[in-house]
């Protein structure tokens, strides 16, 4: 049971600290030191509230809470988060809007498994929602995956995609964010290469690691200096017995989580201090910027060790995609092979996590791809988290993934959807909002 001592000494510690804040938070607000002027009891009062609330959110699976569209019609039409496809290590959603005819856009967004949980994207399907269908692939917790449901690596994660793209049909359009990027590729290869017309219509890639030796990161420095035994002695534990999956050897979410805080140390420092004194003014509120952030910051999850570790040797240090050497179950997949998907990339100019020049090498692997059908949009001053979820994805990016879409959608020009380009500003303020800055290290 390699690690689970300092996985149930993680949990400890975080349990811990929960405890702290919530005693700290009951203890300073008792009614009697009201009669004291002393402002360090505000103090104690909102340090707790604030560590309370940060520690319990480390093992709570955000809600989508998604808002309700606003239709044509002037009524309000609600969104209800449906599973189509469920299986162990991740489920098909589906976004049903309520009395709303399907959209001639069907979106499967394509969610990294790195860390946070699929709702780091709920600003991404807010803004898509009035115009698509939208899919998203949402992956499990590791740490609730009994061991008896076996492996998942990047192999595996590859045939999901697969199974999900065919489940979809060929009028999808797939956009893969960050992590999953270089295997969406080798998704649409395989169904390029076995059923032809089960291939997506459009593949836009955002930010994703495709090459990551294109353009050297502090994510690949790190990457290339640490050998595979170090990597795994030093990040891998198993799973302790509070949980379902107990025994899954994986890289803990709150191991990740020190390491995302460690990279921008100082600007969440400010953040939390900032916090503490809105809350002890009595000016801080329950659904500020800040609680709506880190509420999903902070929201981690475990992935299984496989995976992990085959994404830092096969994606990073042998470039298995990069140089179109890739397989599945022994089988070589080509990704010279997709031909009647249209590929869009996109990039963020100040992005440190997926420099630009890894995801633009996507066009040049799509050898059999015609020129006209594909694209590439560099962003200006866009850092990692924004080219999907932050300002630049609300306004400039969305409306030219909606054209590339348009562009190779297979119904007439009559009956294509009008973009409106106004909405792209109408979902400004429906999800995370960044306080600390694009380049806060989420890990996507």
Excluded at 4 to 29: C, H, K, P, Q
Excluded at 92 to 121: C, D, N, W
Excluded at 285 to 302: C, I, K, P, Q, S
Aim: net charge negative; with cysteine.
């Amino acid at each position: 049971m390699k690690g689970v001592v300092s996985y149930d000494a993680m949990e400890t510690i975080r349990n811990t600290n929960e405890w702290l804040g919530a005693t700290a938070r009951a203890f300073a607000s008792y009614p009697v030191f009201a009669l004291s002027p002393n402002p360090m009891f505000r103090l104690i009062s909102a340090w707790g509230h604030v560590t309370e609330r940060s520690f319990a959110r480390m093992v709570i699976k955000p809600d989508w809470e998604i808002p309700a569209i606003l239709g044509e019609d002037g009524q309000d039409h609600v969104v209800y988060p449906e599973p189509v496809m469920r299986r162990a290590f991740g489920d098909l959603i589906h976004f049903r809007v309520s009395r709303r005819e399907p959209q001639l856009r069907k979106v499967l967004l394509i969610a990294p498994m790195s860390g946070h949980y699929a709702t780091l994207m709920r600003s991404t399907v807010t803004s898509l929602l009035p115009d698509c269908e939208v899919y998203v692939t949402d992956w499990h917790n590791a740490r609730d995956i009994p061991v008896s449901e076996g492996k998942f690596d990047i192999e595996d994660y590859t045939s999901y995609l697969v199974d999900f793209i065919r489940f979809l049909g060929p009028d999808t359009n797939v956009v893969a964010i960050c992590q999953p990027a270089p295997l969406a590729l080798a998704a649409t290869a395989i169904l390029a290469e076995d059923e032809p017309a089960s291939q997506p219509r459009t593949l836009t890639l955002i930010g994703g690691p495709v090459d990551p030796d294109a353009a050297a990161t502090d994510v690949t420095d790190f990457g290339n200096r640490m050998t595979m035994g170090e990597l795994e002695h030093l990040a891998i534990q198993s799973v302790g017995f509070k949980y379902r999956g107990a025994g899954r050897m994986v890289y803990p979410g709150l191991a990740q989580l020190s390491s995302f805080i460690a990279m921008n140390a100082e600007t969440h420092a400010k953040a939390f201090i900032d916090k503490i004194f809105a809350e002890a003014r009595g000016t801080a509120t329950e659904g500020d910027r800040h609680n709506r952030f880190y509420d999903e910051y902070l929201a981690v999850m475990d992935m299984t060790a496989e995976f992990y570790l085959s994404t830092v040797e096969r994606i990073f240090k042998n470039l298995e995609i990069a140089q179109n050497r890739f397989t599945v179950n022994g089988r070589p997949v080509d990704i010279g092979r997709i031909t009647s998907t249209a590929v869009m990339t996109v990039e963020g100019a100040n992005d440190d996590i997926s420099a630009p020049g890894q995801c633009v090498a996507a066009l040049d692997l799509c050898s059999g791809v015609p020129a006209e059908r594909k694209q590439q949009h560099l962003e200006p001053g866009a850092g990692h988290y924004g080219i999907f979820a932050g300002k630049s994805w609300r306004l400039n990016i969305r409306p030219l993934v909606l054209d590339f879409i348009d562009e190779n959608m297979s119904v007439p020009d009559s009956i294509k959807p009008r973009r409106r380009r106004a909405r792209g500003g109408v979902a400004a303020d429906c999800g995370v909002n960044d306080p600390v800055g694009d380049s806060s290290k989420i890990g996507v």
